[in-house]
Structures are given as structure tokens and as C-alpha cells.
């Protein structure tokens, strides 16, 4: 084994300067400009559906919309936030309030518009729909991962929670406003439904994943 | 064991009393301390040496005392200071010297130490350690037995190889023969060697590979 003293003398002679982070909001913000440009090139692909406004005027798809977005942005500033060493875990009940609220929401369209839901629901449309959310999905969540690599060291899983919860709030905002579907309820659920899926995900694997792009 | 709890705890005791007087019973001095690992730190992320040393030789005892209340095994206790050291140098660009540097450092080193514990426990769950009462007899000879059929089993595989990777093998692997000394003693070049050494050793594999699955 390495004795102490010559372990810092090691440390010393790498010790290349190194460039701070920046503040964690800026880099929430980076973060959330880079979801933004996702969405335009989306948007440039496959266009904005074409009935969004009257979608938007729907209460129930417009809070969707809203709240996952502010669970999005709200989970990306606590994983920032709580990536740091030294600041409080609290951190990570910021996005709780929006989830509520989308939650809660997706309850209450479902009770009103139950008669709605009719069994075995055209289920064959939702392949091109897995194939957007993978699109969008992948490229912010591998972003976030890298961005917070150096939490690999210390507590990656709440992180990685709140990692997990951003990429599935951003991208379940930003799939109903160009993927051509009615806002039925069952869209509204099967959104919520990846979302818990990719968080439980993100938990479990989230410190196998971050050790796999660590800093050395 | 070099290090029984018995032979550790006076040891510890005494870091840690000496650590409590520096660190915790004095507030103004630790304050100023932690002032000063901040500026230090503040320099080493712009590739001040010096500042770095003095920074990382100063936080060690610190780390070590931290260690010594959660870790009892003593030579664990190095390890684990090591640990957060490392840790410290790998996330060093995530300190803003804007902010306290103790509560940065402490986040760091205690969740190093809880991991380095349950690693620790991990493997203490799956080992058992060899002592006296598994040895047969006292003399060391009479424990090597199933070594002793290990060799015979992989003198008959290397037996059974072509000559040419029998010798790479027997020079390079059982000798432990440098590539130049053994391309010297056979004539063979250090680019055929390895070569045949890569072929012995997969035949060996498939040798053995074999009589895995037959028993």
C-alpha cells in the first residue's frame, strides 16, 4: 500500500489547474437551453401538431403540459443543486409540488373522462410515440449524466432521482406539443407512467451510470 | 493480524484527543483554519503546487481523526483517509471557494468513509479468514496439498502443448523470465514468443475449460 505522504505527493504533481463549476443555476439553465434546442429541432422535424391550440385550451392537457414542465425544470435545478457536496438535501423537495400537481391533475381527467378510456385503445400508435420519447429522452438524460459526473463520488442516487425526474418532466411537456395525438387521458397516464418508470430507473442504475463516466 | 482492535485503540485514542483539542474545542482557531484550507484550495484549482500540498497535508490529520470515530480497524482508517484524498483531488473543481471550505470537505470524506465501511462489510459477509484451526497439521508443508496437485495438473497440460509454446510458457509464466531473456535462451524472437504464449495459454484454457465441465 501507498504511504499518505507519498500519495499527496502524487496528488500534488497531477494537480493540473482545473476549471470550476459554475453556479448550479446557470448550469440547470445550460441544461434546460440544450432541452429547449431539442425541442426546436423536434419541432423542425415533425412539426407542431397542427391542432395545439386547441389542445392547450383543453384545462386538463394545458395543467399536463404545464406541470411536467415545471417538474422538468424544477427536478434539473435540485439535481444541480444537490450534485454539490456541501448543499442540503432539502433541495431535492423542489420538484415535489409541481409532481403533485400533475399527478393530481392526471387523477382528475381520468375520473371526469373515464367513460373515455375504452379498453385495448389503439396501442399500435404508441410505438412511433416510444420511438420521439427515445429520441428526445436520450440525448438530455446522457447530457445530465455527464454534467454531473463528479456526484459519482459521493451520493449518486438521489441525484440520479432527480436526474431522472427531469428528463421525464421535459420530455413528457414536450411530446404532446408536436406528437400527433388526441389529448385523451390515456396519453396523459402513459406519459406519467414513463416518467415514474424512467425516475425508478434512474434510482436503481443511477450510481452504476455514474460511476461509468466518473472523474479519475 | 498486525493491527487487533486491542493493539489500535490506544493508538486511536490518542488521534483523536489530539485531534478534538485542534479541531472541535477551539471554534475561532477552526474557523480560521478552514479559512485558510479555503484560500489554499481556491490557489490549487488554479494550479497552485504548493498551496495544494499544504492544503492536502493539513486536511490529513483532520480526515484521519474524522475516520477514527466511524472506523475502528485501524489500518482501515488509512485506507479510508486515502480514499477521501483521492476523492478530494478527483472533485476538486466542484468547491466554490465562495462557500465554507469544512462542510464541502466533510460531505466528501464521510461519504467515502460510510462507503469504504460498507464495501468492507461486503467482503467481510464473503470471506472467511484463513487462521490456525483450518490448518491440518502445524508444519506449512502438509497445507499445500491442493497446490501441489494443481502443479501436477498443469505440468501434464503443458506436456500435452506443441513444443514451441511449452517453452514460451515454461520460460515466460513458471520462470518468469523477461520477453528479451527468454528470446535470448531459445533463439526465438520476442514477436513469435508472444505469439506462442498467447496460443499456449488458450490451449491451456481449453484444456482446463474441458475438464471444468467434466467434473
Redo the contacts between chains.
Keep these: 500500500m501507498i504511504t499518505t505522504p507519498d500519495l499527496i505527493e502524487s496528488l500534488v504533481a497531477r494537480a493540473e489547474p482545473v476549471r470550476r463549476l459554475r453556479p448550479p443555476l446557470a448550469r440547470a439553465a445550460a441544461w434546460l437551453l440544450f432541452a429547449g434546442l431539442m425541442l426546436v429541432l423536434m419541432v423542425a422535424i415533425k412539426g407542431l401538431r397542427p391542432d395545439l391550440e386547441l389542445s392547450l385550451r383543453q384545462p386538463g392537457f394545458a395543467i399536463d403540459v404545464g406541470a411536467a414542465l415545471a417538474t422538468g425544470i424544477l427536478a434539473a435545478v435540485a439535481a444541480f443543486v444537490v450534485s454539490l457536496p456541501d448543499r442540503s438535501r432539502l433541495w431535492l423537495w423542489l420538484p415535489v409540488p409541481a409532481l403533485l400537481v400533475w399527478i393530481v391533475n392526471i387523477g382528475h381527467s381520468c375520473l371526469t373522462a373515464w367513460v373515455d378510456l375504452q379498453p385495448g385503445m389503439h396501442l399500435g400508435d404508441e410505438t412511433g410515440c416510444v420511438a420521439a420519447l427515445v429520441m428526445t429522452g436520450a440525448p438530455l438524460a446522457l447530457t445530465l449524466l455527464i454534467m454531473l459526473r463528479h456526484t459519482a463520488l459521493f451520493d449518486p442516487t438521489p441525484v440520479a432521482v432527480a436526474g431522472g425526474l427531469a428528463v421525464a418532466g421535459i420530455t413528457a411537456s414536450l411530446l404532446p406539443l408536436f406528437h400527433n395525438h388526441d389529448a385523451s387521458v390515456l396519453i396523459l397516464v402513459w406519459n406519467l407512467g414513463i416518467a415514474a418508470l424512467l425516475t425508478a430507473a434512474a434510482g436503481a442504475f443511477g450510481r452504476r451510470m455514474f460511476t461509468w463516466v466518473a472523474p479519475r | 493480524m498486525p493491527s487487533s482492535p486491542s493493539s489500535a485503540g490506544p493508538a486511536l485514542s490518542v488521534v483523536k484527543e489530539s485531534a478534538e483539542s485542534s479541531e472541535t474545542r477551539d471554534p475561532a482557531r477552526r474557523g480560521d483554519r478552514t479559512l485558510d484550507w479555503s484560500i489554499c484550495m481556491a490557489r490549487?484549482?488554479?494550479?497552485d503546487?504548493e498551496a495544494?500540498?499544504r492544503l492536502?497535508?493539513e486536511i490529513?490529520p483532520y480526515l484521519r481523526s474524522l475516520a477514527a470515530r466511524l472506523i475502528r480497524d485501524r489500518s482501515d482508517v488509512?485506507?479510508a483517509?486515502?480514499d477521501a484524498?483521492?476523492?478530494v483531488?478527483?472533485?476538486?473543481?466542484?468547491?466554490?471557494?465562495m462557500?465554507?471550505f469544512g462542510?464541502?470537505l466533510v460531505?466528501?470524506a464521510r461519504?467515502?468513509f460510510v462507503d469504504g465501511l460498507r464495501r468492507r462489510g461486503r467482503a467481510a459477509a464473503r470471506e472467511t479468514p484463513l487462521e490456525a484451526e483450518h490448518e491440518t497439521f502445524a508444519a506449512p508443508e502438509t497445507n499445500f496439498q491442493e497446490a501441489a496437485s494443481d502443479g501436477r495438473a498443469v505440468r501434464e497440460a503443458l506436456a500435452g502443448l506443441p513444443p514451441g509454446q511449452r517453452e514460451a510458457i515454461r520460460m515466460l509464466k513458471l520462470e518468469e523470465m523477461s520477453l528479451k531473456e527468454a528470446a535470448a535462451a531459445s533463439g526465438m524472437s520476442v514477436a513469435a514468443l508472444k505469439v506462442a504464449t498467447y496460443r499456449g495459454l488458450k490451449n491451456l484454457r481449453k484444456i482446463f475449460g474441458k475438464q471444468g465441465t467434466q467434473t
Design positions: 490549487a484549482q488554479e494550479g503546487r495544494y500540498r492536502l497535508e490529513t488509512e485506507d483517509v486515502q484524498l483521492l476523492s483531488h478527483a472533485v476538486r473543481h466542484t468547491y466554490d471557494p462557500r465554507p462542510p464541502w460531505a466528501i461519504r467515502r
